[in-house]
């Protein structure tokens, strides 16, 4: 549950039953990262937010509202997590989009999640989704508010123990986790499946392929199989929350916590793009 939120700036948790968002999925979202009152990578989520806001033809909010009515939220938070949501606003029956846009705008504050900072030291045990990603190259990349894809993978295991799916398209490509992107390591090189069908491109995703160069790393987009995967040196799976979380074992194959892992995961630390343990 939210601790507090502002829709179209006024400190409430009620939206228009006509809202586009809940009536469509007619929206965007981003979800920050939140240390010392500071929101990481903000300009990363707000470049993604208003790239696909003019994707999807949704004006683009005003830059400095945004930040001023997150910086409101955030006052005296230590950690915690905002969440913004971007609707077409409000309109009548149909999929026609109204002739006078007027987007909502709702900023949510959320505790910090009860993950286990451990996953990020020790690792994850991770498993191979039976469902399929479907292609889709007008959406891929963005964070819209359809996420039913991601529900229906998520929603195949319930163990304890298994913090994370790999998710793959129906070409058996690998694409990325249910919340996650994927990355692995072999002979020097880091990988990562290209998104231009599918998948979202996540921020710590771009930061870590910008800094490949940096840790003396090549670096492939490309795409990728399952057995690609599996046949990694290392592999991990990273988002703006989670931050990186080593792979361990994918199914039955087990994995080491590699060196490289650790050390883009310190990294992205000590630059203040994810949270430190």
């Known amino acids: 549950m939210a601790i507090k939120s502002l829709i179209n700036g006024k400190s409430t948790d009620a939206v228009s039953l006509y809202d586009r968002g809940l009536q469509y999925g007619d929206g965007l979202f981003e979800t920050i990262a939140v240390e010392d009152e500071s929101l990481l ?17 949704i004006p683009i909010p005003n830059q400095d509202t945004l930040s001023a009515e997150s910086q409101r939220l955030i006052s005296s938070v230590k950690r915690g997590i905002i969440k913004i ?14 002739v006078n846009i007027e987007p909502t705008r709702i900023i949510s504050l959320y505790p910090w999640p009860e993950y ?8 994850i045990n991770v ?33 304890s123990s298994i913090a994370e799916g790999v998710v793959l398209d129906h070409e058996e490509n690998v694409i990325e986790g249910t919340m996650s992107n994927v990355f692995y390591i072999k002979n020097n090189t ?20 910008t800094l490949a160069a940096e840790l003396h790393l ?13 046949d990694a040196d290392e592999a991990f799976m990273c988002n703006s929350i989670i931050g990186v979380w080593p792979i361990k074992k994918i199914d039955r194959k087990s994995f ?9 995961k310190k990294t992205l630390q000590k630059q203040n793009f994810i949270l430190t343990s």
């Open 256 to 264: 080491e916590v590699g060196d490289k892992t650790i050390q883009i």
């Open 85 to 98: 949501i971007i609707t077409r606003g409000q309109g009548g029956r149909g999929y026609a989009s109204p």
């Open 190 to 209: 880091l990988y990562t499946p290209e998104l231009s069908a599918c998948g979202v491109d996540g921020v710590i995703r771009k930061k870590i392929i």
């Open 116 to 123: 286990s900072f451990g996953n990020s030291d020790d690792g």
């Open 218 to 230: 090549e670096i492939c987009i490309n795409k990728i199989s399952l057995k690609s995967l599996m």
């Open 127 to 159: 498993r191979v989704c039976n469902y399929r990603y479907a292609h889709n190259s007008m959406l891929a990349g963005i964070k819209h508010l359809n996420r039913l894809e991601q529900i229906l993978a998520r929603s195949e295991w319930t163990d």
């Open 41 to 57: 990578c903000w300009d990363e989520h707000l470049e993604r937010l208003q790239s696909g806001c003019s994707r999807l033809k």
